[in-house]
């Protein structure tokens, strides 16, 4: 028996998505010690622990299922948004909520546009999907190219997915650019993973384009990538949908009660949050007045750098040689970029003494 003759003929193309491995694998691998990796290839809050999040998780009642329909979340995240109870669901990351849109409204043979480079998760669920994926590349400095992309809009186009603060580039897209759009008439998927550190959201326009969704998170800002829980916000009617498609029990109850915790703390994460945009902003101004190195502004926690005359991936190993690990890239829009997120002060301190070496 060849499995290969079952499996779907799209799903077997469909592109790898490459994650970042765990702390303690890259320990395993480097020979460094856990307690001294530095760990900025995954955009996550570096304050972790000390974010005193997970301190009551002992009192869940883990035997029991947790609410399929996130009644105490979707309150929580009504107050903490200032939308609607019915303008709101909860997903397993924002991932799952990906996922579920694209298994809405995409059938096999439909287009789904992205605009290079930007988040990979995209492409991988259009392409289970069975859909067509249009890919506009992005300006020079990483802006959206309008003109092209509403070239590319046929018949067959049902969806834009864009990332505002866009991953990896870190640059928002205009009030203009997505107003165009939604005009356009397809459904467009504003990800605002990282609203919590550009302050910038569009989900003001949510009653006035019912064609609109928001995504956002919680791995970054609150620190609960472990968890995996992020939201929609969107029209009554599209949420009431995706109620009724997602896995019935798909937040966990550590996840759900952590997330009502964090919002509650919003005061006290907000001011690491702050601290975070610091030291991107120190990143920035050290890359920026170094020779021969393009480092792009950024509205979320990391900058993107293009290393210019130097090997980003001799970059790349150097700093991992000295347990300080950063995220580099296959796209070939940005093969000799690496991008580095924000940490800790003393995480910070660290890795611009070693790049300083680096690059002289």
Known sequence: MNLDNYIRKHIKNI?????????IKLAEESGILPEDIIKLNANENPFGK????GENLSSINIHEYPDPNQKLLRKSLSK?????????????GSDE???????IFLDQGDK??????????????????????????????F???????LNQIDKSTKMIFLASPNNPTGNLASLKEIKTLLE??????????YFEFANKSYSGLIDDYENLVILRSFSKWAGLAGLRIGYAISNPKLIQRMLLIKQPYNINSAAEQVAILAMNKKKNLLTKVEILIEQKELIFEFLKN???LKAYPSSANFILCDFGQYDSNDVFNQLAQKGIFVRKFSNKLISNCLRISSGTPDQTGKLLQVLDNIIS
């Not at 903490?80 to 397993?92: E, F, H, N, P």
């Not at 356009?184 to 993973?193: A, K």
């Open 15 to 23: 592109p790898f998505y490459e994650g970042v491995d765990p702390s």
């Open 50 to 53: 000390t974010l005193a999040l």
């Open 80 to 92: 903490y948004t200032g939308k609607k109870i019915d303008q709101l669901v909860a997903g397993s």
């Open 97 to 103: 909520l990906i996922d579920i849109l694209i298994r």
């Open 112 to 141: 789904l546009i992205d605009a290079q480079p930007t988040f990979g998760m995209y492409e991988f669920f259009a392409k289970i999907q069975g859909a067509n994926v249009v890919s506009v590349p992005r300006d020079e400095n």
């Open 143 to 149: 802006n959206l190219d309008l003109e092209s992309i």
């Open 184 to 193: 356009s008439e397809l459904i467009v998927v504003v990800d605002e993973t």
């Open 290 to 292: 170094k020779k021969g």
